[in-house]
C-alpha cells in the first residue's frame, strides 16, 4: 500500500493505493467508497481483492483528508467532484466502483455528473430519503436521530439511529409513539460524551441523505449502474431506498449477503460476512451475477 494526498485549495485529499498503478492485468481499478465512514472501514473487504488494485480514500472533512475551506457539512456533489478530481490526477481513466450508504449516494452523484468517470459501480444500500412514498416521514425520523443527539449525546443518538435504521416497513404513527431509544438496550452508557460534531448523527450530512438522483442523466450514462442491498436488511429503510432506487433505474434489486455493513470484518464491532460478502462483489463486478 502506497498512501498519497491530493492538495487542493478546498481540501488535502488522502488515498491509498493498493496494488500497482499501472494495474498488472490492464483492468481498471477498483474504488471503494464510504460516507461518513472512511477508507479504514473497508479494512476487511480489500484484502480479499488481492487480485485487484484497490483505490480507498477519506472523504473531505473525514479521516485524514482536512478541509481548508472552513466548511463542516458533507454534500454529495462535491464529494463527487473530489473523487473526479482523484481519478483524472491518477490518469487510470474510467474506474470500477463499490460506494456503501452515503458513499453509494456519492457515487451516484459522480456518474451523473462525470459518466466516462465510471465504467461499473455497485451502489449499495444509498439512504435516499426522497425516492421512497414516506419521504417527508423519513425526515422527521432523521431529524428525531438528531434532536436526540443535541439533547443527550453520541450515545442516546446512536440509540435512536438505530432504532431508526433498524424498523421494517413504513414510519408510520406507531414508529413516532415509542419513546426514544435506550442505549442500555444496545450496551452503551448512558452519559453524555459532550461532542456534537459526529457526521452521522448531526444534520452535517443531511445533503447527503437528501439528494435527489437526476435518473435521466444516470440512464443515459454508459455506466453499468447496479443497485444492492444485503438480505438482512429486508424491510428497513435502507433496502426500500435501493429498491426505490432501482426501480428507478429499470432494474431489480441486487440482494448480498448480510446487512448494511455486511463487508466489514472487526473495524466497527458489528462484523458482517465479509468473505461471503466478497464473493458476491466479485461475481457483481465480473458480470456473472
Do not use: N
Not at 106 to 118: E, I, N, R, Y
Not at 201 to 212: E, F, G, I
Request: proline share 7%.
Amino acid at each position: 500500500m502506497t498512501t498519497h494526498t491530493l492538495a487542493t485549495d478546498a481540501v488535502d485529499l488522502v488515498y491509498d493505493v493498493h496494488g500497482p498503478l499501472p494495474t498488472a492485468d490492464g483492468r481498471p481499478p477498483l474504488f471503494m467508497i464510504g460516507q461518513p465512514m472512511d477508507a479504514t472501514g473497508f479494512t476487511t473487504l480489500r484484502s480479499h481483492f488481492t487480485d485487484r488494485t484497490v483505490i480507498t480514500y477519506d472523504p473531505r472533512g473525514l479521516g485524514r483528508s482536512v478541509r481548508k475551506d472552513g466548511r463542516i457539512d458533507h454534500a454529495p456533489t462535491v464529494q463527487a467532484d473530489d473523487l473526479h478530481g482523484l481519478i483524472e490526477a491518477l490518469g487510470v481513466g474510467p474506474v470500477e466502483m463499490f460506494g456503501s450508504s452515503g458513499g453509494a449516494i456519492v457515487a451516484l452523484a459522480l456518474v451523473a455528473a462525470h459518466p466516462g468517470d465510471v465504467t461499473t459501480v455497485v451502489v449499495h444500500e444509498p439512504p435516499l430519503l426522497p425516492v421512497v412514498p414516506d419521504a417527508e416521514a423519513c425526515a422527521r425520523a432523521r431529524a428525531a436521530v438528531r434532536d436526540t443527539y443535541e439533547a443527550k449525546g453520541s450515545h442516546a443518538g446512536m440509540a435512536q439511529f438505530i432504532a431508526m435504521t433498524s424498523w421494517e416497513g413504513e414510519f408510520t404513527d406507531d414508529y413516532f409513539a415509542k419513546p426514544a431509544a435506550d442505549p442500555a438496550l444496545f450496551g452503551m452508557p448512558s452519559d453524555d460524551d459532550g461532542t456534537r460534531d459526529d457526521p452521522l448523527l448531526s444534520d452535517r450530512s443531511w445533503a447527503v441523505s437528501s439528494y435527489k438522483p437526476d435518473v435521466a442523466a444516470l440512464t443515459a450514462a454508459p455506466t453499468r449502474i447496479v443497485v444492492a442491498a444485503g438480505i438482512e436488511s429486508k424491510g428497513t429503510f435502507t433496502w426500500r431506498t435501493s429498491v426505490a432506487m432501482a426501480e428507478l433505474l429499470g432494474q431489480e434489486l441486487t440482494v448480498f449477503p448480510s446487512h448494511h455493513g455486511g463487508f466489514i470484518g472487526g473495524e466497527y464491532g458489528y462484523a458482517g460476512q465479509p468473505e461471503a460478502f466478497a464473493d458476491k462483489l466479485h461475481e457483481v463486478l465480473d458480470g456473472k451475477s
